[in-house]
């Protein structure tokens, strides 16, 4: 299996966790969209076991979620299943599966604006009233980098892709409005990152 790593999942684990901990405590079912290397998916599910933990990404990264959720061997991390932002009906198959929270790490700045508006409209969908959508990253305020750390991160971005680059937080809340989600939180977290709790109406 090709088991991948990431230094920045095993950085920012313990304090995601220690909100998650909170905000999930009354959750039993969270789709994580876009699980990376599957770093996270282990973790937080060892961390929070009264949750089902379904992973979701692209075809090409589910080796490697599935090599860490064989070495951990957890019951309640459910294996892959392949999530693609970009097809505006991502979410028709998850209707039925009484999902109460959504989760996703770094990944907003890596999709499209367009793929961030699916992903938006479709959480909206398997998400019923009172339904949570945590959101973890970088971010701008008012167009303004919060760091000279985020602003070369920026720019790292946007030469690999043009479509790339950190959001701006306004945005992201006028398209959570826009899908019935009220925003309950904006946690600070280390490395110039936040955590943003939205609930659905």
Request: net charge negative; with cysteine.
């Amino acid at each position: 299996m090709n088991k991948q790593f990431s230094s920045a999942c095993e950085r920012n684990r313990e304090p995601i966790l220690a909100i998650l901990d909170k905000e999930f405590a009354d959750r039993k079912h969270v789709l994580e969209i876009g699980s990376g290397t599957g770093q996270h998916a282990v973790f937080f599910g060892a961390g929070l076991p009264q949750l089902i933990w379904q992973t979701s990404d692209l075809p090409q990264n589910h080796s490697s979620i599935q090599a860490w959720l064989q070495e951990a061997a957890l019951k309640n991390v459910l294996p892959p299943i392949a999530l693609d932002m970009s097809n505006a009906e991502w979410a028709v198959d998850l209707l039925d599966k009484d999902m109460d929270a959504v989760f996703t790490a770094n990944t907003c700045h890596i999709m499209a604006w367009s793929e961030v508006e699916k992903m938006f409209a479709g959480a909206a969908h398997v998400l019923q009233a009172g339904g949570k959508l945590c959101v973890y990253g970088p971010f701008n305020y008012k167009g303004q980098f919060t760091s000279v750390g985020n602003a070369q991160f920026d720019a790292s971005l946007r030469t690999q892709a043009a479509h790339m680059g950190i959001r701006d937080i306004e945005a992201m809340q006028e398209l959570a409005n826009a899908h019935g989600f009220i925003m309950q939180a904006d946690h600070a977290m280390p490395a110039n990152n936040r955590l943003l709790v939205w609930q659905r109406t």
